[in-house]
């Protein structure tokens, strides 16, 4: 298993300014990923972020919005740059196990943002 | 490109009746999540299953695949008030290094 904290857990934001959101995980992964939740709706991958290489952003993300750091197997950043009141929502990171077939996805806690 | 399709997407059930959440995926999926949500927190693992007829349980809750039919179900089992939270299924695809989340069923039990 993993057990992954995030910071901040919340934040308000004005809008044109930048926030950078960690992710801190207790042990060496390979997989990290990158999710929105608005309110009342499901999951959706921002970038896949794999230590050693460039992040992989799913279509209607780009790096210039959502500047993606991996520096080593247990951490990551998310920037979200430029926010505008749509970028409010629930930002949260995820970690997969490629040890064997059981392993699941590990979620963290979440990062709360709103922008006024 | 996977898609995953949940249904019903809200439900609302009594103390102790049983129900079944469906679960349909588009194309081949590696293998099967469940996640269990609670209100302002963050996705709990529940079940991972890898092969057709796999059939998983813990305590009111069991979950199946059917991969020829690229089905997934949750049975719900005398259900009792802990269990109201939101649960997504997720297919994930080996090729894509991804997993691809259902829009959730929001369960409410009632006394």
């Known amino acids: 298993s993993a057990v992954i904290s995030q910071k901040p857990s919340r934040d308000i934001c004005q809008r044109g300014t930048s926030l950078t959101i960690q992710c801190q995980v207790d042990?060496?992964?390979?997989?990290m990923f990158w999710y929105r939740q608005q309110p009342g709706q499901s999951l959706t991958l921002i970038a896949t972020?794999?230590?050693?290489?460039?992040?992989?952003?799913e279509s209607g993300f780009v790096i210039d919005k959502f500047p993606i750091s991996r520096p080593n197997l247990t951490f990551s950043t998310l920037t979200v740059s430029n926010m505008s009141p749509e970028d409010s929502s629930i930002y949260l990171c995820?970690?997969?196990?490629?040890?064997?077939?059981?392993?699941?996805?590990?979620f963290g806690p979440g990062t709360r943002l709103t922008v006024l | 490109e996977l898609k995953v399709e949940q249904n019903p997407l809200f439900l609302s059930m009594q103390e102790g009746k049983n129900y079944t959440i469906y679960c349909n995926y588009s194309?081949?999926?590696?293998?099967l999540y469940w996640y269990r949500q609670d209100p302002g927190k963050s996705l709990e693992s529940l079940f991972v299953?890898?092969?057709?007829?796999a059939v998983k349980q813990e305590g009111r809750l069991m979950a199946s695949l059917d991969t020829k039919a690229r089905l997934s179900t949750l049975h719900i089992t005398a259900a009792v008030h802990d269990l109201s939270a939101t649960y997504f299924c997720?297919?994930?695809?080996?090729?894509?290094?991804?997993?691809?989340f259902g829009d959730g069923t929001t369960l409410t039990v009632k006394p």
């Open positions: 995820s970690v997969g196990l490629a040890g064997g077939p059981t392993d699941t996805q590990y």
């Open positions: 042990s060496q992964v390979t997989m």
């Open positions: 972020a794999n230590q050693g290489s460039e992040a992989t952003y």
């Open positions: 194309t081949t999926s590696d293998r």
């Open positions: 299953l890898l092969s057709n007829g």
């Open positions: 997720a297919g994930y695809n080996t090729n894509a290094g991804k997993s691809t």
